[in-house]
């Protein structure tokens, strides 16, 4: 979904490690959690609707939403993992 030369250069507004994009089983799954009202961003606020995919930080802990094609790359709006 990201072209690969995009991917290279994005990094994690937060601590700047690098990210990857989000598997099909992993966006599946977060998906499922926001659908049933699990899932808060780090600013706090209720997810809602479904993602179109994921950048996935290097530590694993944080995903940033891709939405319309478009990774949203805000700290507030990253969604913890696990």
Same mark, same amino acid.
Do not use: F, S, W
């Given at each position: ?17 690098? =990210?990857?994009?989000? $598997?099909? @089983?992993? %966006?599946?799954?977060?998906?499922? #959690? !926001?659908?049933?009202?699990? &899932? ?14 994921? =950048?996935?930080?290097? $530590?694993? @802990?944080? %995903?940033?939403?891709?939405?319309? #094609? !478009?990774?949203?790359?805000? &700290? ?7």
């Amino acid at each position: 979904m990201i072209d690969k030369e995009l991917l290279e250069i994005l990094a994690c507004p937060e601590t700047h490690q690098p =990210l990857r994009e989000a $598997d099909e @089983a992993e %966006v599946t799954a977060l998906n499922a #959690r !926001i659908a049933a009202g699990e &899932v808060t961003n780090v600013g706090g606020d209720k997810v809602e609707g479904t993602l179109d995919g994921g =950048l996935v930080r290097e $530590d694993g @802990a944080i %995903v940033y939403p891709i939405r319309d #094609r !478009i990774p949203v790359l805000l &700290v507030h709006e990253g969604i913890a993992l696990g």
